[in-house]
């Protein structure tokens, strides 16, 4: 999208930040959790929502859409991504990779 080179890798290096936190840390953050109420027991309990929608902007289109896509596909989602369409080819790129890394086909869209 025609960032130089040193922003470029920047963006690089939180994109892959953001990819293995969450991997790394799926289980302990999607781990149910005991909370104190009235309520003779109260949980907190993560499961997906269904399809999760993101219209993305320009200026940092891998970060952006990997800080959304990232959480929602750990918890089990499916994503559907609209970027900006200055950045349409980061779009597909993004899709590759995830279908490349084991994301079933269709769990991510642009």
């Known amino acids: 999208m025609g960032k130089v080179i040193k922003e470029a890798r920047a963006e690089e290096e ?3 930040w953001v990819i293995k936190y969450y991997s790394d840390n799926a289980k302990i953050l999607c781990k149910d959790e005991v909370v104190n109420s009235d309520a003779r027991k109260s949980i ?3 499961s997906p929502l269904g399809v999760i929608a993101s219209i993305m902007p320009w200026n940092f289109p891998y970060w952006q859409a990997l800080r959304f896509a990232s959480p929602s596909l750990m918890i089990g989602n499916t994503s559907i991504l609209k970027p900006s369409s200055k950045t ?4 597909l790129k993004i899709q590759e990779m995830l279908e490349k890394a084991g994301i079933p086909e269709g769990f991510f869209k642009q």
């Open 14 to 16: 939180k994109r892959s």
């Open 88 to 91: 349409i080819n980061c779009g």
């Open 44 to 46: 907190i309990s993560f």
